[in-house]
């Protein structure tokens, strides 16, 4: 049986590098964990990048531009917990917006941050290779979470999208993730290789539940998913749909019952 995950899919850095700074957005929950991580990227000298400036809190906002001048905001994915307070920080600071997944690159003050396109929580999402003075980190948006597992959301998201891109994660060993909830990890690749193990034991047990008579989503997510807070079930449904689109074109012709809707 794979149990659900509320634990770090890899063990949590010690130490941020002196170069990043972490202000958590006060909206904590079962989706968002503690709070939105909104990442500032700066060395000394140049200006703050802004990486998802969270939901549209001033107290949150104004805090973010405390780290002023800030010389771009980008965003990870388009979900409204990363987003809302975009254009209010804008205003704040004066600053670009930079939206997924366009962004073909930023320098400020000697920080380099590089795109990489990994749809799958969503379509748009993107996480980005950054680099300064030999150092390298990747911020992971909800594609890696900080602790426990994220979600594919049908039908944005796209299960096979999401396993190519854990893929491409998890070539970039030693680097540490900075997700967009939760605490940041010591290794994205390892976070990846994990995610990407229990993803395909989870797509296992929805293959058994439609083998054995669930024909439809909720079905499914009432026997995979019975070990987790009902709470959380609707989350889980978008993903078991995500698995069934999944599972309806991996079979030729089309398994018959299986059905997302």
């Known amino acids: 049986m794979v149990s659900h995950v509320t ?3 890899a063990e949590v850095l010690a130490a941020l590098p002196a170069w990043v700074t972490l202000v958590r957005a006060p909206n904590p929950g079962p989706m968002t964990l503690e709070g939105t ?3 500032l990227l700066r060395a000394p000298g140049g200006g703050s990048i802004v990486v998802d ?4 809190d001033e107290g949150h906002l104004r805090a973010v531009a405390a780290h002023a001048p800030v010389a771009a905001i980008v965003l990870t994915h388009g979900h409204i917990d990363h987003t809302e307070g975009v254009r209010r920080l804008a205003e704040l600071t ?3 917006v930079h939206n997924p997944p366009v962004l073909d690159g930023l ?7 590089e795109p990489l396109p990994t749809p799958g929580h969503t379509k748009d999402s993107v996480c980005f290779l950054v680099r300064h003075r030999g150092e390298e980190i990747v911020l992971t948006g909800d594609t890696i ?11 944005d998201g796209d299960l ?14 030693g680097r540490p993730a900075l997700p967009g909830h939760g605490p940041a990890l010591t290794d994205t690749s390892v976070a990846a290789r994990f995610y990407r193990q229990h993803r395909e034991a989870r797509l296992e047990q929805v293959r058994a539940a439609v083998a054995a008579g669930a024909g439809d989503a909720p079905e499914v997510v009432a026997r995979v998913y019975a070990d987790v807070d009902r709470a959380l079930w609707p989350a889980a449904e978008l993903s078991v749909r995500a698995q069934l689109d999944f599972l309806r074109r991996e079979s030729h012709p089309p398994v018959d019952g299986l059905s997302a809707t």
């Open 37 to 39: 991580n909104t990442w």
């Open 7 to 9: 634990t770090p899919a």
């Open 94 to 96: 004066g600053a670009p």
């Open 145 to 155: 979470l900080g602790r426990g597992t994220t979600i594919v959301a049908w039908p």
């Open 160 to 173: 096979g999208d999401y396993l190519d891109s854990l893929g491409r994660l998890a070539a970039l060993d």
């Open 53 to 56: 400036p969270g939901p549209l």
């Open 107 to 113: 320098e400020a003050g000697g920080v380099t941050v």
